[in-house]
């Protein structure tokens, strides 16, 4: 601990950490745009800019990159600083088009919150929006790019090419036409983007959003002649309520379940459902490559954006992916086949909506034709949580004040094993508990693998199941990837013993938790916290193992038969294909 | 004393006493433009047309009695070239046609040519030597003093001269005792901010670190300096004897010279220097049987200003875009590849191996003040001896524009000197005789920079001036921070309408407003200086942004939006101004008064500046 002075308060503070986060601590807040828990911070904005004293007088500096020393004094809010913080915010509003209250980020704007803050009533100087070349770019079926609202914080670029090594997004041109896009002179689209929606997730603005489908859920809720389903992913029950003031990481299930009936669906279904689905079926598959000597170490599916990316960064990698669906995409084509055979409703008027924690859902519904399995599109459309905290929002309805509600008996129940998916190690968990069961025909004693938990960006465990040494890796951020892949190539093409049989990929750093659809500031705490409210439901549940569903076990016996085969296979299992990084 | 280098020094020297003449063509930037090249190729025809004994290149065995005809790097006086020297005598404004006149005169005879030397105008007096000319007299030459008499391109020369005397003492002295030399010369860094070297350099050594990394910042970019150019063309080992000691002194493995790719000369006459160093041994494993291992190696800029600020060069030295990033930490501590990395510019360079073999006492006694040694500047505008210049600093403005640049061109008023380029701002009058310091130029209000001066007399409008600075800078901002990339730009906008008539006094208030928020929280020099000649220019001549905006009106008439030319009776109807007026705005006959259709008259003042019978008035 070190000791320094702020605003002449003094303080004890850890050595190493910035002027901003100390700051922070001693009970003020800097104004900053650019800044952000998950990046390095660049000093791009300028609004937190500090004094700092130095001989004599006093040096500005940015306190988001001013490390603190010993004896440091600072001064971080003064009527000169005040005044400067305002000439620039006026500036970066000069720069951005005044049309708050039809942009995606009225309300949840980091830009709008401190031109509240600092009392802007009018901008000095003038808009310069339309004199500067901007672009529209909405090819992408996930993420849209609107460079007239961007600020240039620079977070998409960073967090895209620092922390998910994607390359996707750019720093293009410079000086007052610095645009932040897709680089290589193409389209999000045709460019390697993963749709992992990090880059919207850290926005500061309404720059780059989702691709919002509220309103066609709106309309198909409208339409009498359509029977409305919807699901919801493991990660969404622990992040909508912050839509709603409730404590990061609530977990709001029941609340969730009741808004979701209140807003006119008809089927209220849930992806945990999916989640134990998807267990039996990669779990089935891991035995059968393990005890078959299949293509190992098997490699989850779960996450279209990292599908994305074996597609279009690690190509041969493809035959390890499990050819399981997602756990949403399983459930919309049993929706459209069983439940809809069950309850007499003909599929074709049948619309699934997911509400998930990504955006790369948005795109995986209509990746290929294996996603109409049943016939039709097996999801029709994908919320993301943000996106349902809008509608629930728009429905008035007060979130806070709802009662518990419950799901359909048919497509609803879940164990803990599915609810652990949304964050990251949840899906190796789920996995190796049914897997031993599948294994050795006997249930685990003790169903946590705390091994891995957890934000490491890699976790390794070893688990004794029969005969077999099953080894397991867990990797968060897409970012962390390629040396786990290196890893697995170099064994394969030296003859060497494969270093693990089995590999969890979540795209989005800490898994769904803080995936790219997920209310916004994301940091690392948030993860645990979010973590912590998946891991707590898993505990308190009386069933925690995916072959323990009665649901599940009812679905085979009735409709599917076995795991991997005849409707199995063809309603619930995918193929992959090789896609370009650029298309030009 | 290292054996090696003092064989070289003596096998040159040896050979060239062989010499009968010594004739040196200019090859600096100026000369070459004004065809310095074919003047150089004509010495040697004429010599073979004469069947005369010469050669271009000293090695060994050169025959007794010739002519050592060579180019050498830019010798200052570009006003005045294409400049050729024989031995002692020094002819300006030299054509191809007078060659062999030289050559049968001065040559043959030793006869000096009149016509060829240079006659001040102010007094008429006439010089054959350079160094009595005062544009050289008054200068203080050390680093300029090679450049122009030796062959840039010839390390032997160079060694003849004493180059690389300033390596082997520091080899001598060892690292520390370097370092100690370079503090006690007082050397500041010659990029602009001033930053003691000899500190810059102790804060890398000691910084922790596996590898460490020299740059040598060759971005030079400012409008109108060429000083690091020339430097780089003229006397090319002066600096890599610099980065080399420096590598030494700091514990770099390696040096990178960062050369904008506009300098194709300057980059080649490096490589050849480099080339040379390790063929002699002065660069790879073992520098002079010392143990000491050190690497040079080019990088080429692309001309991007901000990639002169030395975080933003270390960005696009790695292969990135070339963006600042806040300091600390500082690339003493970590640089290049996130390791203890320094950048020093050129000219500072350049001055080192000097220190190095005339002590830093010596170099600390010129100047004044907390400035010690020389400074080059690149004085270019409104004054006749437009050049390159080295100065002891502590002259005076009034001593460097008039007595060295032989005062204004036309012979009006010198109204402003504008100092430091797009980070600078002006001085007035009233400061001519304030001596050159870094101290006084910041107090005044302008920076040293890295050494452009220009010159600007009445009919320059200091707002236009203000705008053409900042129109640079907001083209050349990198966009990442957003007081300099939307500051500048609206800033811009504001002084746009200022030469429009559109103004009013509260757009120079928020002129003033936004030139605070840019200086405090922009991220690198580049934005926080960008607002420099605005305010300088608004500090001494607000007078001329107060007529734009109440009087609508343009002195100078170079706010063309402004400006509204009339003939006057006094017009003798020569027809003058019709003929070459560039959009056949202007119509009468002959020997009748002239009009101007103002739709179609573009205000480019050609009427008004050809105008014999000055019946062509501005308003």
């Known amino acids: ?584 | 004393m290292n054996e090696k280098i003092e064989n070289i020094k003596k096998a040159f020297n040896e050979e060239m006493a062989k010499m009968k003449n010594r004739i040196i063509v200019c090859g600096g930037t100026g000369c070459v433009a004004s065809g310095s090249m074919n003047i150089y190729k004509a010495f040697q025809e004429e010599y073979k047309k004469r069947g005369l004994d010469y050669t271009v290149e000293i090695t060994k065995g050169c025959r007794e009695g010739s002519t050592y005809i060579s180019k050498s790097g830019c010798q200052g006086f570009c006003a005045q070239g294409p400049l050729v020297s024989v031995g002692d005598i020094f002819y300006t404004k030299v054509k191809v046609e007078d060659v062999p006149e030289i050559v049968e005169k001065t040559i043959i005879k030793g006869e000096v040519i009149e016509r060829l030397i240079y006659k001040n105008p102010a007094d008429g007096k006439t010089y054959a030597k350079r160094d009595d000319i005062p544009f050289y007299k008054k200068q203080h030459r050390i680093l300029l003093h090679d450049s122009g008499r030796i062959n840039p391109e010839d390390i032997n020369e160079y060694i003849g001269h004493g180059g690389y005397q300033g390596l082997v003492k520091a080899l001598e002295i060892g690292p520390e005792a370097t370092i100690e030399e370079m503090k006690k010369s007082q050397l500041r860094g010659r990029g602009g901010a001033g930053f003691p070297t000899g500190m810059k350099w102790e804060f890398t050594r000691k910084s922790k670190g596996d590898e460490k990394y020299m740059i040598c910042n060759g971005d030079e970019g400012d409008p109108g300096a060429f000083m690091d150019r020339s430097l780089l063309e003229g006397n090319p080992h002066s600096i890599v004897e610099g980065m080399i000691i420096a590598g030494f002194a700091t514990g770099a493995c390696k040096g990178y010279f960062y050369i904008r790719a506009e300098y194709p000369l300057a980059i080649e006459r490096i490589q050849i220097a480099i080339d040379a160093c390790y063929k002699t041994g002065l660069l790879g494993k073992n520098i002079l049987g010392t143990g000491f291992n050190y690497d040079l190696e080019i990088r080429y800029g692309a001309g991007a200003f901000v990639c002169g600020e030395e975080t933003a060069l270390i960005a696009s030295t790695e292969g990135l875009k070339g963006t600042p990033r806040p300091k600390p930490p500082f690339p003493a501590q970590s640089g290049l590849w996130q390791k203890p990395t320094t950048v020093n510019n050129v000219e500072t360079l350049a001055n080192v191996p000097y220190i190095l073999s005339k002590g830093g006492e010596w170099y600390a006694s010129i100047g004044e003040g907390k400035s010690r040694g020389t400074k080059v500047f690149a004085m270019t505008g409104k004054v006749k001896n437009t050049g390159l210049v080295e100065i002891p600093l502590g002259m005076t403005v009034r001593e460097v524009a008039y007595d060295i640049g032989g005062g204004p061109t036309h012979g009006t008023e010198v109204k402003a000197v504008q100092s430091g380029g797009p980070s600078g701002g002006v001085i007035p009058p009233q400061y001519f005789d304030k001596p050159i310091t870094y101290e006084t130029l910041k107090e005044i209000g302008a920076i040293m920079g890295s050494g452009g001066l220009i010159v600007m007399d009445e009919t320059d409008c200091m707002v236009d001036i203000a705008k053409f600075y900042l129109e640079f800078c907001v083209d050349e901002s990198c966009g990442k921070c957003s007081p300099c990339r939307i500051g500048g730009y609206q800033m811009l906008k504001l002084l746009r309408k200022v030469t429009e008539g559109t103004a009013t006094d509260k757009d120079i208030e928020n002129i003033e407003k936004i030139a605070k928020a840019m200086q405090t929280a922009s991220l690198c020099a580049l934005g926080q200086t960008a607002p420099n000649p605005v305010l300088s220019t608004l500090r001494y001549f607000r007078n001329e942004y107060e007529e734009h905006i109440h009087d609508k009106k343009c002195k100078t008439g170079k706010c063309t939006k402004l400006a509204r030319y009339e003939i006057t009776d006094a017009c003798k109807g020569c027809t003058l101004c019709a003929r070459n007026c560039p959009v056949k705005a202007i119509s009468g006959t002959v020997r009748q008064k002239h009009t101007i259709d103002q739709s179609k008259c573009i205000k480019c003042g050609l009427c008004f500046n050809q105008c014999k019978f000055k019946a062509i008035v501005r308003g």
């Open chain 1, 1 to 584: 601990m070190i000791n320094i002075t702020i605003n002449g308060k003094k303080v004890q503070v850890e050595e190493g950490i910035t002027l901003l986060e100390a700051a922070k601590q001693a009970g003020f807040n800097i104004p900053t745009l650019c800044y952000n828990d998950d990046l390095e911070a660049t000093g791009g904005c300028g609004l937190c800019v500090t004094k700092v004293k130095m001989g004599p007088g006093y040096r500005t500096m940015r306190a988001c990159t001013t490390k603190v020393a010993e004896g440091m004094e600072a001064i971080t809010q003064d009527a000169e600083l005040m005044r400067t913080r305002k000439t620039v915010l006026e500036l970066i509003l000069s720069n951005h088009p005044q049309d708050c209250l039809s942009c995606e980020r009225n309300h949840n704007c980091e830009l709008q919150q401190l031109a509240s803050d600092f009392g802007i009533r009018e901008i000095p100087f003038a808009n310069i929006v339309n004199e500067i070349p901007q672009t529209l770019d909405c090819s992408s079926k996930s993420i849209k790019i609107d460079t007239s609202k961007c600020i240039q914080c620079g977070r998409c670029v960073q967090v895209c090419q620092k922390v998910q090594k994607i390359n996707a997004l750019a720093s293009i041109s410079r000086g007052i036409s610095t645009e932040m896009k897709a680089g290589g002179e193409v389209e999000l689209a045709d460019s390697p983007c993963i749709n992992c929606g990090q880059c919207a997730a850290h926005c500061p603005v309404g720059a780059i959003v989702e691709k919002e489908a509220i309103d066609y859920v709106w309309d198909a809720l409208l339409d009498s002649k359509k029977y409305c389903i919807v699901q919801c992913a493991p990660a969404v029950r622990v992040g909508i309520g912050e839509e709603f003031g409730l404590p990061v990481g609530t977990n709001s299930t029941g609340k969730m379940l009741s808004a979701l009936r209140a807003l006119g669906f008809k089927g209220i279904f849930d992806t945990n459902f999916g989640a134990d689905l998807t267990i039996m079926e990669e779990g089935s598959e891991l035995v059968d490559r393990v005890t078959n000597n299949g293509v190992l170490p098997l490699l989850t599916s779960c996450c279209p954006a990292w599908v994305n990316y074996v597609e279009k960064f690690a190509q041969d990698m493809i035959p390890h992916l499990s050819s399981a669906k997602s756990p949403h995409q399983m459930v919309g084509p049993v929706a459209k086949t069983y439940y809809a055979q069950k309850m007499g409703i003909d599929p074709k008027d049948i619309v699934v909506v997911s509400v998930m924690p990504c955006t790369a859902k948005k795109q995986e519904i209509d990746r290929d034709s294996n996603m109409s399995s049943s016939g039709h599109q097996d999801v029709d459309y994908v919320l993301t949580t943000r996106e349902l905290g809008k509608m629930i929002k728009q429905a008035g309805i007060e979130f806070a004040k709802l009662e518990d509600g419950k799901g359909d008996d048919m497509m609803a129940d879940y164990t803990g094993a599915a609810t652990i998916f949304g964050a990251t190690g949840g899906v190796m968990e789920a996995a190796l508990r049914t897997g031993a069961y599948l294994i050795t025909k006997k249930d685990l004693e003790k169903v946590e693998f705390y091994d891995v938990r957890g934000l490491k960006g890699v976790k390794e465990a070893t688990v004794k199941i029969g005969e077999l040494e099953l080894k397991a890796a867990v990797v968060n951020g897409i970012g962390n990837v390629p040396p786990v892949i290196e890893m697995i190539r170099e064994a394969k093409a030296n003859g060497k013993p494969l270093p693990y049989h089995f590999v969890e990929v979540m795209a989005c750093p800490g898994g769904c938790v803080t995936g790219g659809g997920q209310p916004y500031g994301g940091n690392d705490k948030v993860r645990v916290a979010r973590a912590k409210g998946l891991y707590d439901e898993d505990s308190a549940l009386q069933k925690r193992c995916s072959h323990h569903n009665e649901s599940i076990q009812k679905l085979y016996k009735d409709f599917l038969g076995e795991p991997l085969h005849g409707k199995s296979h063809e309603l619930l299992h995918t193929t992959y294909q090789k896609r370009k990084l650029y298309n030009k």
